[in-house]
């Protein structure tokens, strides 16, 4: 069964196009996209070479642009969304480049989305310093905001990515099937930065409470079911869709959820997966592959499609605190395409 497959299930027919559904942001995703390739700290051509690597790897900004549905869907009279929030998005998406890259590197990754990493064409120093210069783009993105409530929250944020970063190198090779610290390290490495710019997007508008607290649990909810289908795909997906090598979460000793469901029956295919992890016979490719066919065999892949189908729910249920528009349409289909994306 592909992922796909999977995912789909009875919930939707077909793939929403995910051009269709930001159609209503593409013109302020255009002015995020050019704030992207300005550089708001150095201007030389060797620092231009360097952040052009990053951005030419492309992304489809998915964080700008919940932040400006979330903008548009919250704001009174319905779909503004002003220069503010223009930043909020840059920021964002700063940050989440900005934690890439440095992952790249602690990764010692040589491919992101098909396209050589910094690291990988340069240096790790100079990929660490890349990623420095993008979080101090994202801090002078967020001074702008003047709204200490939204940089505290972001501030949250970047200590979140260093704790969900150091729990995870903590227990590299660790067998465990803690869905606590799991479900923790998904809200602190992923869904913390969804949840922010979903929270301080309507926090801009002068919201009321319970539409900020909604809108954070979609982007809570929203992000971790992203995660859970980024872990997913990394056991059923090839390295040519994936862009990076398939079972690179095993190769580098990290447990997801395809994993831990099948290390939990503590049968004979859990055994063994258990001692191909144990052993780190899972960083060479024999290994991993003995290990993937396990995952996909034992129940992992459909055990993991439930969940991330329940956190899609729970995000489905915060929306209805928004009054129908074609934005909140737009956040709700969303779901949809994350359950079912391939890459």
């Known amino acids: 069964m592909s992922t796909q497959q999977a995912l789909t299930g009875s919930i939707i027919a077909s793939s929403p196009d995910l051009g269709l559904l930001l159609e209503p942001v593409k013109d302020e995703l255009v ?12 201007d030389s051509p060797f620092i231009e070479e360097l952040l052009g690597q990053v951005f030419r790897a492309g992304g489809k900004r998915i964080r700008p642009a919940l932040v400006l549905l979330t903008a548009k869907a919250t704001s009174n009279p319905r779909g503004h969304a002003g220069r503010l929030h223009i930043i909020l998005s840059v920021l964002t998406e700063l940050i989440h480049t900005a934690s890439l890259v440095h992952d790249d590197v602690l990764d010692s990754a040589s491919l992101r989305r098909g396209q050589e990493t910094v690291n990988r064409k340069f240096s790790d120093k100079l990929a660490v310093l890349t990623g420095d210069l993008l979080f101090a783009q994202a801090s002078v993105c967020l001074s702008r905001l003047m709204n200490p409530v ?71 909810n929203l992000g971790v079911c992203f995660q859970i289908v980024d872990d997913l795909l990394d056991v059923t997906g090839n390295s040519h869709a994936l862009g ?71 995000a489905r249920e915060a929306l209805t605190v928004l009054a129908p528009s074609q934005y909140r349409d737009s956040l709700d289909s969303l779901i949809d395409w994350l359950l079912i994306r391939t890459t």
């Open 31 to 42: 002015q995020v996209e050019k704030f992207l390739n300005s550089n708001l700290v150095d």
């Open 150 to 220: 939204i940089v505290g929250i972001y501030g949250q944020v970047l200590g979140d990515l260093c704790a969900g970063e150091i729990r995870q190198m903590r227990q590299q090779f660790v067998v465990s099937t803690d869905w606590n610290a799991y479900t923790q390290k998904s809200i602190w490495k992923t869904a913390s930065l969804f949840a922010a710019g979903t929270q301080s997007a309507p926090i801009l508008n002068a919201a009321g409470d319970r539409v900020v607290s909604e809108m954070k649990s979609y982007g809570i």
């Open 244 to 314: 990076k090598a398939a079972g690179s979460d095993l190769t580098q000793g990290v447990i997801t959820a395809p994993a831990m469901y099948v290390l939990e029956r503590k049968d004979g295919p859990a055994q063994r997966l258990d001692h191909l992890i144990r052993s780190r016979a899972v960083t060479g490719s024999e290994g991993v592959d003995e290990a993937l066919e396990i995952i996909r065999n034992n129940g992992g892949v459909e055990c993991t499609v439930e969940l991330a189908r329940q956190y899609a729910r729970r």
